[in-house]
Structure formats: structure tokens, C-alpha cells
T-cell receptor
């Protein structure tokens, strides 16, 4: 089975902190994604990557950056966390041309 | 960009009845339409998908229909069971490079009443 693992289930951070969310997949998938999930808004794409060191902006990239130094790992970075970034963050991976497999999610609270 | 609208936002059905969730999309270039089920405390899980060259696909109690002309697609669950209770998301896909970029609907909370 495909496994997408997010490093934390729950995180509480202070406003202004730099936050790292880590995601690892074990199926050698080319593509990896970070989504944000908020009630009534569904899943919104923050960034995605189709290869090592490659990244593309999604629909809501402001306030976020990403890093993909190795094929299996995709990190989401909040340079200076703000309260409006309190949300559920979902990482996903997919092989080329196929659908996405999701991790369990990280619920981030910024206080 | 693509926009996907999903209705209803909440749906309650009696066990054994059918449930239907509908989605519309805006970009005629979209060619892949997956459906995800998200149980409480878990990430979304793919349950069925359909490509634009097919009008209907069925997998046991779950079926998906696609009307490309009208740009809408639907999920049908028959003989619902309490374990079908979850949030369901539709999505539409446009390829960007080699990545299949999904745009999701806002979700439907399905409750199956025993």
C-alpha cells in the first residue's frame, strides 16, 4: 500500500514562528502536493512539485514556501506563522498521470 | 483556473436508501474526475474515478456518471450503510507538466441514519 506520512498530527505554534511541516512518501512517486483544508472551502492547493528541486505555485501560495531536496520528501514552510494559517494541512503524492494519495493530515494551530 | 462546485453540503439518508452528490466544473479541458472519502481524523481516500472518455463507471455500490456537455458529474451510493458516513469530495483535474493538478469541491457531509 502507498504510504504518505506527515511528521506531526497536531502542532501548536506562536505567531511569527518559522514552521516546518514534513511529508514523506514511500512509493517513488514523481509528484507531491500540499493542500490546506478549511470547513466549507474544501481542499485548496498551496504548492506542488513534479520532480526533485522543482516546485510550482498552487492556488494559495502566499505566506508559504516548499522544499524538495529528495524525491521522497516534500516540506512545507511557514516563514512567519500567522493566526490565519491555523488549518488542517494535507500532503499527497501521485505517480505521473494518476490520482493522489493523501497523508493523515497535520492540524496546525497558530496562537 | 478550474472551479468545482459541489452540492449538497450536507446529506442525511436512511440506511438502505441511495445517496447522490453532484458536482459541476468550469474548465472544459478537465479530463479526470476522482471522488474521495474522508473519515473523521483521516486523510481523504480515493474511492472511484472516471476519465472523460467514459460516461459511467461502477464499483459495487458506488457509481459515478459524467456529462461532459453539461460539465457535471455525480456520485451515486446505493444501499447505504452506516460506515458510508463521511465527508465526500469531488475533484477535477487539469494536467500541468507531468503533475495532475486537482481542484476540489467544498465537500459533502453524508450521514447514514440507522
Amino acid at each position: 500500500d502507498v504510504k504518505v506520512t506527515q511528521s506531526s498530527r497536531y502542532l501548536v505554534k506562536r505567531t511569527g514562528e518559522k514552521v516546518f511541516l514534513e511529508c514523506v512518501q514511500d512509493m517513488d512517486h514523481e509528484n507531491m502536493f500540499w493542500y490546506r483544508q478549511d470547513p466549507g472551502l474544501g481542499l485548496r492547493l498551496i504548492y506542488f512539485s513534479y520532480d526533485v528541486k522543482m516546485k510550482e505555485k498552487g492556488d494559495i501560495p502566499e505566506g508559504y514556501s516548499v522544499s524538495r531536496e529528495k524525491k521522497e520528501r516534500f516540506s512545507l514552510i511557514l516563514e512567519s506563522a500567522s493566526t490565519n494559517q491555523t488549518s488542517m494541512y494535507l500532503c499527497a503524492s501521485s505517480p505521473a498521470g494518476s490520482s493522489a494519495f493523501f497523508g493523515q493530515g497535520t492540524r496546525l494551530t497558530v496562537v | 483556473g478550474e472551479n468545482v462546485e459541489q452540492h449538497p453540503s450536507t446529506l442525511s439518508v436512511q440506511e438502505g436508501d441511495s445517496a447522490v452528490i453532484k458536482c459541476t466544473y468550469s474548465d472544459s479541458a478537465s479530463n479526470y474526475f476522482p471522488w474521495y472519502k474522508q473519515e473523521l481524523g483521516k486523510g481523504p481516500q480515493l474511492i472511484i474515478d472516471i476519465r472523460s472518455n467514459v460516461g459511467e463507471k461502477k464499483d459495487q455500490r458506488i457509481a459515478v456518471t459524467l456529462n461532459k456537455t453539461a460539465k457535471h458529474f455525480s456520485l451515486h451510493i446505493t444501499e447505504t450503510q452506516p460506515e458510508d458516513s463521511a465527508v465526500y469530495f469531488c475533484a477535477a483535474s487539469i494536467s500541468s507538466g507531468s503533475a495532475r493538478q486537482l481542484t476540489f469541491g467544498s465537500g459533502t457531509q453524508l450521514t447514514v441514519l440507522p
